[in-house]
């Protein structure tokens, strides 16, 4: 059981580029969120998804694009890189609801020249 | 708005001894409160939550919290530390009712250092 899948792993941007972060997860969650970690910030989220069909706004969306392709997939779009947008980016997912969990991938390193 | 608050960077024990990671909330309504930690190069890992009922959570690796509505803290303990217990330790609060926005709002994190 894989879990929360998250690619790449690590990437490079120069200011201006455009990249995708992929996330998929194989628990049969409803829910799926992507958060950013930087020193001191602790989590922030980004978006979420509470459910397939729909997105929300979290805490830092300036800068970036959601798109909860089917229950499984929830992709972060960069448009234009930013320096500022260098951070470590994780998906999360869980079955819903105030009372249930967060599962994490494994992370994503993101610097941006 | 709903916040948590971590007051400690970094706490220190030898192991064997008794470990605490401090926490605070606040929201406008009810807390479901949650402890999660995270490994070197690794995603965050729950640990365990508070939903209702007893104030005193069991989790995993031995861990517990104690949930006090009065002081609205939520203070992560374990009785006695291992070295592998050295992790970055995040605490989390979802807000129920009273207008909040139902999102994890999560703190600054703590790293615990274990000292052999």
């Known amino acids: 059981n894989a879990g929360v899948t998250q690619t790449p792993k690590f990437q490079v941007l120069k200011t201006g580029q455009s990249m995708t972060l992929q996330c998929a997860q194989d628990?049969?969650?409803?829910?799926m969120y992507w958060y950013r970690q930087d020193p001191g910030m602790g989590l922030r989220l980004i978006y979420y998804?509470?459910?397939?069909?729909?997105?929300d706004k979290g805490e830092v969306p300036n800068g970036y694009n959601v798109s909860r392709l089917n229950k499984r997939e929830f992709s972060l779009r960069l448009e234009s890189a930013a320096p500022s947008q260098t951070s470590v980016y994780f998906c999360?997912?869980?079955?819903?609801?105030?009372?249930?969990?967060?599962?994490f991938g494994s992370g994503t390193q993101l610097s941006v020249l | 708005a709903q916040s948590v608050a971590q007051p400690e960077d970094q706490v220190n024990v030898a192991e064997g001894n008794p470990l605490t990671v401090k926490c605070t909330y606040s929201?406008?309504?009810?807390?479901?409160l949650f402890w999660y930690v995270q490994y070197p190069n690794r995603g965050l890992q729950f640990l365990l939550k508070?939903?209702?009922?007893?104030?005193l959570v069991k989790g995993s690796y031995g861990f517990e919290a104690e949930f006090n509505k009065s002081q609205t803290s939520f203070h992560l303990k374990k009785p006695s530390a291992l070295v592998s217990d050295s992790a970055l330790y995040f605490c989390?609060?979802?807000?129920?009712?009273?207008?909040?926005?139902?999102?994890?709002?999560f703190g600054t994190g703590t790293l615990l250092a274990v000292q052999p």
């Open positions: 999360a997912s869980s079955e819903g609801g105030g009372v249930f969990e967060l599962f």
């Open positions: 628990m049969n969650h409803n829910s």
């Open positions: 998804s509470a459910s397939e069909g729909t997105t």
């Open positions: 929201v406008s309504g009810n807390p479901y």
């Open positions: 508070y939903i209702t009922g007893d104030n």
């Open positions: 989390a609060v979802r807000a129920v009712g009273g207008g909040a926005t139902n999102k994890l709002i």
